[in-house]
């Protein structure tokens, strides 16, 4: 099977900046992927890593890990539209196709 | 372009009755994967559809059954509700298994 950890809060300020760790067990690996969602609202896909290193998409960044199991979301220049639970998401082989498992989310408030 | 949609938004319903959920996927589309998000909680996968077929089933009863229509919408049927199934209803549509892309949700409330 696979688990998920990450911090359940984290407290930031507007206009600083703030990482989100996660680290996972699985048995087999594809890939890491980073959800946000608003209080009432849906997921909203982020970014995938699949490889090792950083991925970058405008003030959000994403980095994995696979030799450590660990992969985090860096967030510059917080709003406080940023303001939201972020969830890490493994994408891991089941059964022949593909799974994927969210961790518990991580709560992130933005304060002024 | 559309994204996924779902219906509906809301619903109430009480123990012992049965709910069906719908969701249509983006366009272009073909895999519909059906969670369950209580509050404070990830999303737990409930079932995967492809080609009209249950691919994969996560740990949820076989009060819990889909469907998936030629033109790749999917239902979601859930028999003898208990209070424990109230939770939010996420839809997620993906081009086989890469990323997935989620609705709006449905949340039910069962009293």
């Known amino acids: 099977g696979q688990s998920l950890e990450q911090p359940s809060e984290v407290t930031a300020v507007e206009g600083a900046i703030v990482q989100i760790n996660c680290t996972y067990q699985?048995?087999?690996?594809?890939?890491l992927s980073w959800y946000q969602q608003h209080d009432g609202g849906a997921p909203t896909f982020l970014s995938y890593?699949?490889?090792?290193g950083l991925e970058e998409t405008g003030r959000f960044s994403s980095f994995l890990s696979r030799s450590d199991s660990y992969g985090y979301l860096l967030l510059q220049e917080l709003q406080m539209k940023d303001s939201a639970s972020y969830f890490c998401?493994?994408?891991?082989?089941?059964?022949?196709?593909?799974?994927?498992?969210f961790g518990i989310g991580t709560k992130l408030q933005v304060i002024p | 372009d559309a994204g996924v949609t779902q219906s509906p938004t809301h619903l109430i319903k009480t123990r012992g009755q049965q709910v069906t959920l719908r969701c249509s996927p983006k366009?272009?589309?073909?895999?519909v994967s059906w969670y369950q998000q209580a509050l404070g909680q990830g999303p737990q996968f409930i079932f995967q559809?492809?080609?009209?077929?249950?691919?994969q089933r996560g740990n949820f009863p076989d009060r819990f059954s889909g469907h998936q229509f030629p033109n790749y919408s999917s239902e979601l049927n859930v028999n003898a509700l208990l209070l424990g199934d109230s939770a939010l209803y996420l839809c997620?549509?993906?081009?086989?298994?890469?990323?997935?892309?989620f609705g709006p949700g449905t949340r039910l409330l069962v009293l």
């Open positions: 559809y492809y080609e009209e077929e249950e691919r």
């Open positions: 366009s272009g589309h073909d895999t």
């Open positions: 890593n699949a490889l090792d």
């Open positions: 699985t048995s087999g690996f594809y890939g």
């Open positions: 998401a493994v994408r891991a082989p089941s059964g022949g196709y593909q799974k994927v498992t």
């Open positions: 997620a549509s993906s081009w086989d298994q890469e990323t997935q892309y």
